[in-house]
């Protein structure tokens, strides 16, 4: 089953070296679970100052700067994995390196029928 995880961290909390170190052992342990068959995907998001969001209200379309919500953690990145069940895909989300100064929210994938493939 895929999982989502979602990584949730407290903007400008931490100094960029140890962002850049997170980056550093997110990389690696993206490799370690792609060598595993769990990897589907991962990335760091910009910071919300950057986010744009987009509601349709009768028929119309509506831009709003910055993100959706305002708390004090926002979504700052995630990993997409295969795992075998909840246990698992919550062992793999402690592994992640954002989870020591974060939180990784992990919620399973609904999968429709009639989705594209991954491009090639």
Do not use: W
Not at 44 to 70: H, I
Not at 75 to 104: H, M, Q, R, S
Request: with cysteine.
């Amino acid at each position: 089953m895929k999982y989502m995880l979602l990584i949730y961290l407290e903007e400008g909390a931490q100094p960029e070296a140890v962002l850049e170190a997170c980056y550093k052992e997110s990389t690696q342990y993206a490799h370690e679970l792609a060598r595993n068959g769990n990897y589907l995907g991962a990335g760091p998001l910009y910071p919300t100052a950057t986010a744009t969001s987009v509601r349709v209200r009768e028929g119309k379309r509506m831009v709003l700067d910055g993100p959706f919500a305002e708390t004090r953690e926002q979504l700052g990145g995630y990993f997409l994995v295969d795992a075998a069940n909840l246990d698992e895909a919550l062992a793999i989300a402690a592994g992640i390196p954002g989870a020591k100064f974060g939180t990784v929210e992990v919620r399973p994938v609904l999968e429709i029928s009639g989705l594209p493939g991954p491009a090639t």
